[in-house]
Structures are given as C-alpha cells and as structure tokens.
C-alpha cells in the first residue's frame, strides 16, 4: 500500500518569502502525483499533477513541483508567496497503472500554511 | 463553484443513529468517490462507484455503505455512528479512466 509523508505541519512565512513544502511518498511501482491546496472554507483544488516526462511540474498561481524519483519525493516550490496562498496543502499519490477497478489517492496528512503581511 | 455538489453542508447526530450523505458529480463525470477527512488529517479514500457498483474500497469498516445512481450521484451511508466517525466528507467525481478529480466542499457531520 502506499504512503504520503509531508514533514511540515505548520509554516509560517512573511509575504515574499520563498517556500518549499516536503512530500515523500511510499510505494513499490509508479506513481502519479498531485498537490492540492484547501483555501479556508473552500474545496479542494488542484495545484499541480506529475505523471511522466519532465520532473519539473508547473502549476496554477506560480507554484512548482519537482519529482525526485531516486528521494521518492516532490516538493512543492514557490519563489514569493502573497497573503492569499494561506491555506492548507495537501501531497497526493495514486498508482499510474489504472487497474479499471478504481483509481484511489492517498494524500499526506497536509501543512498549514500562514503568510503573514 | 466546484462543480461537485454535497448535501448536507453540516449535520449534528448522535451516536448510535445512522446518516445518509448526498453528492452530485460535476456535469460529464461518471464515477464518484468518497473520503473521510478527521480534523488534522488529510482525506482517506473510503470507495469509488462506478457504473452504480463499488469498483475499490478503502480500509473502512461495513457501517460505511454506498450507493450510485443511474444519474451518476451517490449516496453514503454510515450506520451505527460513532464519535470517530466526526469528520468532513468529501466527494470526489472523475471521468472512469482519468484521474481528473474535482473535489466537493464536503458535509460536515458531527457525532456527539
């Protein structure tokens, strides 16, 4: 089975602070992988999806996602953050091979992000 | 809007009791799943229908139950509630073979 790890629960920055969040995943083939983000009050919405070719992902609002398949990562980036990306930010993964009997995500336990003015 | 839509957005019931959650897929999607989201926790994935039949199941117990309509939209049931079972639940709907998912805004439910 697989597994998501996100290290940083809680982080604080000041607006046009760079930031970097961890996802590690666990599993034995390959995967797909997603960011999604949880504005307060709000469903959940993609950032950002991986499922082969070029390890760098680009995604809405300037964000990025590196896949490091030998750290079984990806990291999500972004160079300056602004008040309004406060909101929750969840890793997920799901097996790349579509086995027609349901295709399910498992999403890391998510970070709280705060951007301070 | 997301597209998804869940009903109710909060309900409060008692343990023991059982409760039904609605969803409505985004327009062209044919395949529903639900997670369970615990306060600080990220969403675990508790089945996907399909073609009105439960195609994978996550690992929770048979309280949980589901059904998918010929319309697309799906209900789950919990029976049985317990105080664990507190938690946003989400919907999720897809096109069957893509991994396109769009996410509802969730059904709050609290047992107390």
């Not at chain 2, 897929?25 to 994935?45: E, I, N, R």
């Amino acid at each position: 089975a697989q597994s998501v790890s996100q290290h940083n629960h809680h982080v604080i920055l000041s607006e046009a602070a760079s930031l970097e969040l961890g996802c590690n995943y666990s599993y034995g083939g390959t995967v797909n992988l997603f960011w999604y983000v949880q504005y307060p009050g709000q469903h959940l919405q993609l950032l950002l999806k991986y499922f082969s070719g070029d390890p760098l992902v680009k995604g809405i609002k300037g964000f990025e996602a590196e896949f490091i398949k030998s750290k079984f990562s990806f990291n999500l980036r972004k160079p300056s953050v602004q008040w309004s990306d406060t909101a929750e930010y969840f890793c997920a993964v799901n097996p790349a091979s579509f086995t027609g009997g349901g295709n399910k995500l498992t999403f890391g336990t998510g970070t709280q992000l705060k951007v301070e003015l | 809007d997301a597209g998804v839509t869940q009903s109710p957005t909060h309900l409060i019931k008692t343990r023991g009791q059982q409760v039904t959650l609605r969803c409505s897929p985004k327009s062209g999607h044919d395949t529903v799943s639900w997670y369970q989201q615990a306060l600080g926790q990220g969403p675990q994935f508790i089945f996907q229908y399909y073609e009105e039949e439960e195609r994978q199941r996550g690992n929770f117990p048979d309280r949980f139950s589901g059904h998918q309509f010929p319309n697309y939209s799906s209900e789950l049931n919990v029976n049985a509630l317990l105080l664990g079972d507190s938690a946003l639940y989400l919907c999720a709907s897809s096109f069957f073979g893509t991994y396109g998912y769009t996410f509802g805004s969730g059904t709050r439910l609290t047992v107390v």
